[in-house]
Every structure is written in C-alpha cells, then in structure tokens.
C-alpha cells in the first residue's frame, strides 16, 4: 500500500458509489453497499433485475449449476423464504429467485432500470468519476463497480450476406421476451456450445426441420435434473452453513467432494467403475470428483474423453453423425462442458440434421438459404447460439477513460492487465466484479465475493480518511504472470485454438488469444482477497482526502 495526498474535490458527486449491472453480482454488490451505509445507486440497462437471466429467455435455458449453490450465502434468514423447486433451475425461476431478492432485500429503491451507461470518465483534478448513460444523462460518483458480467456482450459472426436474410433472424441472448412460434418452420442454428445445447431440443420439438450447424462438438454431460421434494429440501436447509463451507473452499467453488485420487491410483476396471458412477450422479460429479489429475495429464484426460465419445456412439444412431459429435482435437475441459439430459438424443430425431461447418465454414447467407460450399439449406428461420465476447466484451462496450486520458481499451490492447481481476492502473475508484483474470468457477459465489471485497475497500478507505484506490503496474503486471502460470500448468493452452474455449478468448475472430480467467483455483482466489482486506491492500496505491491549500503545495 501506498499513501499519498490527493486534491480535495470541489464537486460534491450525486452518488459515493455507482454500481453497473443488476444480475447476481451486481445485487450483492449492492446489498454489501446498503449494510455498510454507502450512499449508491445501481444502473441497469434492462427493464427488470436478473442480468444473465434478464436477457438470455430463449427456449430450454438453464443453469449448469445446482440451486442451492447458485443463490446468495448472505442474509440468510430474509432469504430463507425462497424453496428452489429443481435441482438444475430454468431460466424463469432463477430470474424469479433474484427478483424475490431485490424485492425481499428492498434493492430496488437504489436501481435505475433502462439506463444503460455509455461511458465512464474520471476527473483526477477533483477524484471523481463522471458516469454518461445511454440516454446523455450524467452521475457525478467517487466510485464506480462495474458488474456488467462475464457472459453478457453478445456475439454474433459476421457472415457474408447475413443482412440480406428475408426470414427471420434470432439471437439466442436476445430472445423475444414474448417467445416466437416455430411450429412448422424449418430453422438453421447456427452454434453448438452450452446454449445451442440448451436450446436445439425445444427447437426440433416444434419446428419442421432443423439444421444445425456445428464448428466445434462437445463433451456434453448429462444433467440428471429433477425436482427437489421435501426430504431433499429439508437436508438442504439444514446444512446450508456446511455447503457454503464447501464452496469456499473448492477449487471450482462447488460444494462436490474432490476426488483425492489419479487414474494411475485405479486399474482399468475400477476406472471405468467411477466414471460410470459419477456420469450417472449428472452435473459436473464427472469433472470433479472422478479423478484430480484430468487437467493436468493428457493420459488422464483422454480416458475421460474417451468415455464420453463411448456414451455419444452409444447414444445416437446414425455412425456418421456420432462421429462428428465426437470432439477429437482438444481435450475435456479445454471448453466448458455443457450439461443436458438428452441433446445426443435429439439428433436420432428425423427432422435434425448436423451440418460438419469446422472444416469448411459457412460461406454465405442469402435471402433464403444458409450455404456451406456448394451445399444450401433452405431455411425460415436463423437462430444464433454463437455465445459472448466474454469478460472484456461487456466493459469494453463502454468508453472508459481514466488517469491521464488512459482508455481501458488501450490499457489492455497488449493483453489484459489487473489486480487480482478487481482493478487496473490507471483508473482510480474503479472497480470490477467479475472482470477478467478471476476465476473459472461457480460464478454467484465469485461475484459475492468480490462484490463485498470492493466495498469493504470503499469502507476501508472511509474509515480512514481516505478516498483513493488504485491498483499499481507492478501488482498488475504479477497477476498477470500468475494468472499465465495456472493455466499453463494444465493441459490446456496447446488445444485452445481448436476448442475456441471463450476463457481463453479464443471463440472471437480477432480477439487477442490469453487466458482470462484464473486457474489456480477459487479457494486460492478467495484466500487471496482475505489476505489483501486483511493486510491493508498491498499493490493498491491508498490516498487521503485530505485536500491541497495554499499553505501545504507552498510547503507551509
């Protein structure tokens, strides 16, 4: 930590805090700046609260996550009213739950709903953040947390003639809020990550013929989703407090035991034994608690991935097609595995067709078809499940200029620069939850804690005179090698090309190929804030308010 003097201020700011963005970490972000006494203000740009889930509605969304780990740990007793009713939430009741948070938690006094932030710019004469918003308006703020989300910029590929299209054309993240009728249509979906997964079984239950058109397969989990009865219910209220014991401290924040064992501990036998019995628990059981070395050995992980191409040959019919199902060129876990209860299944279906688009990319969208060489698919409709320009595409949606004239565009045109994924030199007061550079893990239990890190750090600074929090180059500069030093201490890193992983920025023609999340574990994250909060923030430059008079700039 460093302490310096700052120049008082001689504007007083509408707000001591603006938070942007109301899914799970803005709210909890929000509810830490309630209980501390913070004067603050929330900016959505959508209609209502629920962030990821606000605006991705299309058809079979769902989480990959169990419920009673994708909530809040805070106040647990207001909360406690809330029963999740399945084990794996759909899109509607996780919305649901953070509507009955805001509501339960009286939030949403302190958000501006349709208000969308166009740019953020900081006046370091007065240490202050002007806050533009979508429609010119302006909030003058000491600090501003951005909680914009990881998942929550769109992308969509730039197909030649994609305009020219006369049918309609769907965004998977842009769902219409009051659906769409595919009943006889023919559809082409254009994508095959978690939402294409996610969204292709309701698409061939109602349309005439889908065409699905795939870049990369995946190593698909089966979900095992059902209804949570009372029993379960019960055993999960009772043991909340040693759930979220497990949480904080696994390496992927989930409350899965870890397996305390490799492949090689096993024989063959015993090996396939366990993949069997926790492929039949569903959810991520087979990535965590199988074997511990799968990130870290190829051997190991292609026993994995073996498995699963077995279970995608058992599972669809036609040989041809199980085998362009099958992900060969990278390992499991190189891309997030999606998790569903029958998407192999759906391609059995007659009205399904899988179109191999890895090879020989889709060349052209005319006014009627889909082309793929000289192949045409004549289709009515065009849904894009082509996923997010992840992490850095939501803030860098905004114009951000700090010290010195220093754009966030430029501060990471080299590759992205943080402390700890919670801030950037330069750019005093700002900070992020969810930025790039935190981990690849459960992510409500990430934002909570960031979101309450960034303000015990605003509380911090208040309770000792201060008003001035930046992250140094140096501390930058060590994150981001031990950001470099997780990632390529598994196996990763050489596949990340051909699994077009988004944490590696790799799914985005253009996009500067880097590892933006941390693998070194959520536990060893979330300690590491515990040290920085408990240590006086070392690597975070920490100044007084005290303002400059005549007599102290003349040394007097």
């Avoid at 065409?211 to 698909?220: A, E, L």
């Avoid at 990278?330 to 899988?354: I, M, S």
């Avoid at 969208?365 to 595409?393: K, N």
Wanted: glycine share 8%; charged share 25%.
């Amino acid at each position: 930590m460093s302490a310096n003097r700052t120049t008082g201020s001689t504007r007083t700011p509408d707000r001591e805090v603006v938070i942007i963005g109301a899914g799970f970490g803005g709210l909890s972000t929000l509810y830490h700046a309630r209980e501390a006494g913070l004067d603050v203000v929330l900016l959505e740009a959508g209609t209502e609260v629920g962030g990821t889930w606000y605006w991705n509605t299309y058809p079979g969304a769902c989480t990959d996550t169990e419920a009673w780990c994708y909530s809040f740990s805070f106040a647990r007793e207001e909360l406690s009213e809330w029963r999740w009713t399945h084990r794996f939430p759909m899109q509607k009741e996780v919305q649901g739950y953070l509507n009955f948070v805001a509501d339960r938690l009286d939030l949403k006094k302190y958000i501006q709903f349709s208000t969308g932030v166009r740019s953020l710019r900081y006046d370091e004469s007065e240490n202050l953040w002007t806050v533009t918003t979508a429609d010119g308006g302006t909030l003058v703020a000491r600090y501003v947390v951005t909680a914009v989300g990881g998942l929550s910029k769109p992308y969509l590929p730039d197909i030649p003639g994609r305009d020219s299209f006369s049918g309609e054309t769907l965004l998977t993240a842009r769902w219409p809020k009051a659906g769409i009728d595919l009943a006889g249509k023919r559809v082409a979906l254009v994508g095959t990550a978690s939402t294409g997964v996610q969204i292709l079984p309701e698409l061939a239950a109602t349309a005439k013929e889908v065409h699905v058109f795939q870049r990369t397969p995946n190593y698909v989990l089966p979900r095992r989703n059902h209804v949570i009865d009372d029993m379960h219910w019960s055993g999960i209220t009772a043991h909340q407090e040693e759930i979220w014991q497990k949480v904080w401290k696994h390496y992927f924040a989930f409350p899965l035991p870890l397996a305390d064992r490799v492949t090689t501990d096993v024989t063959p036998e015993e090996r396939e034994r366990i993949f069997e019995e926790k492929w039949a628990e569903g959810g991520f059981s087979f990535s965590f608690s199988t074997f511990d070395d799968l990130n870290f050995s190829e051997e190991a992980n292609e026993h994995a991935a073996e498995f699963i191409r077995r279970k995608i040959r058992q599972t669809v019919q036609d040989p041809e097609t199980a085998e362009l199902l099958c992900p060969k060129d990278y390992p499991y876990g190189a891309k997030r595995p999606p998790v569903h209860d029958n998407y192999y299944e759906t391609f059995n279906r007659a009205n399904v067709h899988l179109v191999d688009v890895g090879q020989e990319p889709i060349s052209e969208i005319t006014s009627t078809a889909v082309r793929v060489g000289e192949a045409e698919y004549e289709v009515d409709v065009i849904v894009f499940a082509t996923g997010f320009d992840a992490l850095t595409g939501a803030i860098g949606a905004i114009e951000v200029v700090g010290r010195d004239g220093r754009r966030l565009d430029e501060h990471w045109s080299q590759g992205v620069r943080t402390h700890t994924g919670l801030a950037s030199a330069g750019f005093p007061n700002l900070l992020y939850v969810y930025g790039p550079q935190t981990p690849h893990a459960n992510i409500p239990p990430t934002v909570q804690k960031a979101g309450r890190w960034a303000i015990e750090a605003v509380t911090y600074l208040r309770a000792n005179g201060m008003d001035y929090i930046e992250a140094e180059s140096e501390a930058e500069e060590k994150w981001r090698q031990e950001v470099r030093r997780a990632v390529e201490e598994t196996i990763f890193p050489r596949t990340s090309a051909q699994a077009r992983a988004w944490f590696m920025g790799a799914n985005v023609p253009g996009k500067r190929p880097e590892a933006l999340v941390y693998m070194g574990g959520a536990d060893r994250y979330y300690a590491e804030l515990d040290e920085l909060e408990a240590n006086g923030y070392p690597g975070f430059v920490l100044r007084s308010r005290e303002p400059v008079t005549a007599s102290t700039a003349l040394g007097g």
